[in-house]
């Protein structure tokens, strides 16, 4: 799927959190959103899949502009918030069937790799628990498991890595990403976690005070912290040392 | 071979006749089954004779012998008095009878050697049962028209006295069904002996003082109840003998309800041993995990057998779960609102019910619950016990204050797909990070509600006649109109509810004021054309009016749509505001009181239906 943001804006009351942003995402790369608290990350995630509306300008799916009732290209990706969207009372196999059968897939077709994804990410035994009982990061891969069993084209994750999940957890999902974006698939995810950036990413976006100040690869994003002020300005002197 | 030939013996064998002329050892199997169940000739001989000789004597001579000294001694009371006692009886009867037929009935044991289901027994079980239950009817018939001819009644009464005799039979099938579902294991036979023994006592002893302690007998006696206060009011004139319309109705409504959840809960192997407990389960780990998780154990890390840690492979895991979970569930368990939503929902559409209930309606629950107090508050309406000494207007409000109470509990929905959680720093609608579209939810929100409404209009409609007795046609119209403006109100009102109205553009703001206004502009409109004194005036207003609140209704859930799809409005919002943590309070006292019912439940799961819940009453663990 390829993606194209155009001069998106969007201000709450009097503050303007997004500031004509544009950056277009290729496919088969996992790009990372990076920045400080309150820069608009979170809000241009919003904006990806419809939860909230653009001010002014469009996000373009195959060049296709994107509305919310655009049920079609809101199949083809899958957003995954801080704190995933779950019923306490539902079990953990019949969120995934709900999810799949949400995505219009047959469960039936999809048994084998529910179970593998459920021992992948060691939730092989609470399968038939509720989501309440469950930890937060058990519950984050429940939520997890089937968007990663239907793999859509666009994957969209908020700090995955600040989810709770454990190593094995977070193994597993940077595996099956990098699987994912080999076969063509895009993942945007946000984190504030720079020792992450480096092992799990194509490109970087810097975005702060609503405004894009970079999109490059890896390596460029580490030149550009060496080098820029307002990298420093941005980060401070500890990511200087992290690289 | 009497019994093998009943209607109900004959359409089970027809149905399973194939089956049985292609497997012989399936027929030799039933064949010896039959055989070694005959009834012997002496019975047959002795059954034949008792039938001829007592026959007559039990359904003519002595009821009518009773009703004559009832009714010189003690009036029509008394006789009343006599009829709740039988039907108290009755009904006590009718889960002895229909419990016994269950655990040692020939039918049953025959054809349980056939691959008929537990459900088809059942049925024909409850079938025969009710066929019994037909005497009863005959024997109040008898009473009640005895009053009628007795007093002279006119035809008014002698309606009344027939309203009357299928409420109290009516009551003995639908309260004997209920009995034998909660209580399988209630020795009812030995019960109703005892009671048999104290009232005929009574009432030898007490002859003299026939009226007063039928009074007292009556207001005691549960089973006469309707009858009496039916009659005290029609004997008086009060228009709200009509009343008894609505509990008749509903108990002949409940009738085939709890039937239905006797054929689903009511399995044959259980009662095949000569005593009433119930065989224990196999012990077995995976068991253990599923019962446990169905009676809501909370501690699921403490049922985790330790060394479930890999698995050779994926059958491995696949026994473990079970796959049925997986696959969406066809809501035949629930009850029959539910399974009729189903019905009638599109495949993609029971996706997004299942989305928005959460695989979880409990509609008709609620729905029983309102026919319940619904129930209970007439009875006690008809008995007097609620007509406050003040002014006939709050007389006229009591019931009608009932009627919106109904109208109130269809609005109770739990439509969790709509509810808002946290999300990325803030609340978002729980539908927002899942591909589904909001015409989508609204259709389906549509559609159930539709449904739902038809259902309690079944409670509204009694309602509706007996109000066009005493306040006439207008208000019965009203009644109608208000309703139904609650219920489709509640529509609008339940997919609004999940959006973002903090987070709406001010340049929108304008039109939803605009259509959110139309609506209490109309109910403004309604109460001033009340005003007036044109009966014609008043109906054509009202039905403009119910027609005009119901449109704008459907013009605020459309423009929502539009507001939402179009992207005018966020699903999440920008900051918490205070009705936002309001809301998340009551949501948090509305979580923890489903807690406590299902704390509830599974101590009355474990430890029985009272102690179970005297435990908890307590403070003992469940």
Redesign the interface.
């Known amino acids: 799927m390829h993606i194209a943001i155009e001069n998106l804006s969007k201000s709450f009351g009097s503050t303007k959190v997004l500031d004509s942003i544009s950056l277009t995402l290729e496919l088969g790369q996992i790009v990372v959103l990076l920045g400080p608290n309150g820069a608009g990350k979170t809000t241009l995630m919003r904006c990806f899949n419809g939860i909230i509306s653009p001010d002014e300008g469009e996000v373009l799916y195959d060049d296709e502009p994107f509305r919310r009732d655009r049920i079609d290209l809101r199949q083809r990706m899958f957003f995954m918030p801080d704190f995933p969207h779950l019923y306490p009372d539902m079990k953990v196999l019949r969120h995934i069937g709900m999810v799949l059968e949400l995505y219009n897939y047959d469960t039936r077709n999809f048994e084998d790799r529910v179970m593998e994804l459920l021992a992948e990410f060691d939730l092989a035994h609470l399968g038939n628990c509720k989501l309440g009982t469950l930890s937060r990061g058990q519950a984050y891969k429940a939520a997890l498991i089937p968007f990663l069993t239907i793999n859509p084209e666009l994957w969209i994750l908020d700090e995955p890595f600040a989810s709770g999940m454990d190593p094995r957890g977070l193994t597993a999902f940077q595996t099956l990403s990098r699987n994912a974006a080999s076969e063509g698939r895009t993942v945007v995810y946000s984190t504030q976690i720079l020792d992450v950036v480096h092992n799990f990413a194509d490109r970087v976006c810097v975005i702060d005070d609503g405004l894009l100040h970079d999109f490059t690869s890896v390596d460029e994003f580490y030149d550009h912290l060496e080098t820029s002020e307002r990298m420093l300005h941005i980060f401070g002197d500890p990511a200087r040392e992290i690289q | 071979m009497i019994w093998v030939d009943s209607p109900q013996a004959k359409s089970i064998r027809s149905r399973y006749q194939a089956m049985l002329q292609a497997s012989p050892s399936l027929r030799e199997e039933y064949q010896s089954a039959m055989r070694a169940r005959r009834p012997s000739l002496l019975m047959m001989f002795l059954t034949v004779t008792t039938i001829a000789l007592g026959l007559p004597m039990v359904f003519a001579v002595v009821p009518s012998f009773l009703i004559f000294l009832l009714n010189e001694h003690g009036g029509p009371v008394s006789v009343f008095a006599v009829a709740g006692f039988l039907t108290t009886m009755g009904t006590l009867a009718f889960p002895e009878t229909l419990l016994a037929q269950l655990q040692r009935s020939r039918t049953v044991a025959v054809f349980s050697h056939l691959p008929a289901s537990d459900r088809d027994l059942a049925r024909t079980v409850w079938n025969q049962t009710f066929a019994y239950s037909l005497c009863g009817l005959y024997f109040i018939l008898l009473f009640f028209g005895a009053v009628a001819y007795l007093n002279e009644l006119s035809i008014s009464g002698w309606a009344v006295s027939l309203l009357l005799a299928m409420l109290q039979w009516s009551f003995v099938v639908t309260a004997g069904t209920w009995l034998a579902v909660s209580f399988p294991r209630f020795r009812f036979g030995q019960l109703g002996s005892l009671l048999l023994i104290a009232g005929m006592s009574t009432f030898y002893f007490n002859r003299p003082i026939l009226l007063e302690i039928a009074v007292w007998c009556t207001v005691l006696n549960p089973g006469g109840w309707p009858g009496l206060a039916v009659w005290h009011g029609y004997m008086n004139e009060n228009t709200l003998v009509w009343i008894a319309i609505i509990p008749s109705s509903l108990l002949l409504l409940l009738s085939p309800i709890l039937r239905e959840r006797l054929l689903k809960h009511f399995a044959i192997q259980e009662f095949d041993t000569s005593s009433r407990e119930k065989p224990l389960a196999v012990f077995d780990g995976r068991f253990l ?2 019962d446990q ?1 169905r009676l809501h154990i ?4 403490n049922l ?2 330790e060394e ?1 840690e890999e ?1 050779e492979s ?1 059958d491995e ?2 026994d ?4 049925s ?5 066809a809501w035949s368990q629930c009850g029959w609102i539910e399974q009729t939503v189903w019905k009638y929902l599109k495949p ?1 559409e029971r ?1 997004i019910a ?2 928005l209930t ?3 309606p409990r509609w008709t629950f609620w729905w029983k619950m309102a026919s319940g107090a619904l129930l209970v508050i007439l009875i006690l309406y008809g008995l007097e016990f609620l007509k406050f000494p003040l002014n006939q207007f709050i007389n006229k409000m009591a019931p009608a204050l009932c009627f919106y109470l109904v109208i109130i509990s269809s609005m109770y929905d739990r439509w ?1 797909g709509l509810r808002t ?5 803030s609340y ?1 609608s ?11 939810i609204s259709r389906v929100m549509f559609k159930i509600s539709f449904i739902k409404s038809l259902f309690y209009a079944l409670l509204i409609f009694p309602f509706v006649v007996y109000m066009m007795g005493p306040m006439g046609f207008l208000i019965a119209v009203g009644a109608v109109g208000a309703s139904q403006l609650i219920m489709s109100w509640q529509i609008a009102y339940g997919i609004s509810r999940g959006f973002s109205l903090p ?1 709406l553009k001010w340049s929108n703001c304008w039109m939803v004021l605009v259509v959110l206004l139309i609506p209490f502009g109309t109910m403004f409109g309604l109460a001033f054309s009340l005003a007036g004194f044109n009966p014609g005036l008043h109906i054509s207003l009202l039905a403009a009016g119910v027609t005009l609140v119901f449109a704008s209704t459907l013009g605020v859930w459309r423009f929502f749509e539009w507001l ?9 919002t ?2 918490l505001n205070v009705i936002q943590k309001q809301f998340d309070y009551y949501q948090v006292i509305l979580d923890k009181s489903e807690l406590r019912m299902q704390r509830v439940r599974y101590s009355q799961k474990k430890h029985g239906r009272i102690w179970g819940y005297l435990r908890l009453v307590f403070g003992m663990k469940p």
């Open positions: 995990l599923a998780n909370y501690h699921v890390e985790m057998p479930l698995f994926l895991v696949r473990l779960n079970g796959l979970v997986l696959h969406r569930p993609r996706t299942g989305f959460g695989d979880t969790q959680t946290p999300c990325l720093g978002a729980h539908f927002a990070s899942y591909p589904i579209g909001v015409r989508e987070a939402v799809a179009s992207g005018r409005l966020d699903l999440a920008n900051q």
